[in-house]
């Protein structure tokens, strides 16, 4: 049993080949990954950490992607062993130690608005600061507090979306309306999302918005 590579990124698919001598056509082989070091489950690769094979003309072969998780976990080491029965009890062959490497890297997200305190009909820039996000990855915002709506501003809307630029930043402006409505001060909630349902929020900020009417 030998696989494509030894060393491994995640992201990478790794393909491993099996060769056996006088075991007939169509003859079932089992292979489970050995954890050797690190906290590998079976979340790591796209279909699990155990299988089957039929040989064909004394051969098999199986793929394995191992999964980009964005979870900073350090470098992770298993092989592959190959037993004749699905109890896992007969073990026929393994192969060398493979390690993958943790190419992912733990992102972060913040919001700064341009001024946490604004009266109506000044203009607020927030700006969306992220590390380890790739470039052109889109992200989603929204606003919300009692008694906001969209009434309550000239220029912007109550959500939207941004891509992160090559700085990992991006940034949207809200105008506030000049309602003329006696309303005492609110508070502005801005909220960061990485879907588009914004199921998964990842920051957030508040901003005052003084009532000048």
Do not use: C
Not at 142 to 156: A, R, Y
């Amino acid at each position: 049993i030998t696989p494509s590579n030894t060393t491994l990124n995640e992201g990478d698919t790794l393909t491993t080949s099996v060769t056996t001598q006088n075991v007939s056509n169509g003859t079932t082989l089992y292979w489970l990954i050995d954890q050797h070091t690190g906290s590998i489950t079976t979340f790591d690769f796209s279909n699990g950490m155990s299988g089957s094979v039929s040989i064909n003309n004394g051969s098999a072969s199986f793929t394995n992607t191992i999964v980009a998780d964005n979870l900073t976990e350090g470098e992770e080491k298993f092989a592959i062993k190959l037993y004749t029965d699905s109890g896992h009890t007969n073990n026929v062959a393994n192969t060398s130690t493979i390690t993958i490497t943790d190419t992912s890297q733990s992102k972060t997200y913040s919001l700064s608005a341009s001024s946490t305190t604004i009266n109506e009909g000044s203009t607020v820039t927030t700006t969306v600061t992220t590390t380890n996000v790739s470039s052109g990855t889109t992200l989603y915002w929204e606003l919300s507090g009692t008694g906001i709506t969209s009434s309550d501003f000239s220029s912007g809307s109550l959500s939207g979306s941004g891509s992160v630029n090559s700085q990992g930043s991006f940034q949207f402006s809200h105008t506030l309306a000049n309602d003329l409505t006696t309303e005492g001060p609110q508070t502005l909630n801005v909220k960061l999302f990485t879907d588009s349902s914004r199921q998964i929020q990842v920051a957030s900020t508040s901003i005052q918005i003084n009532d000048t009417s």
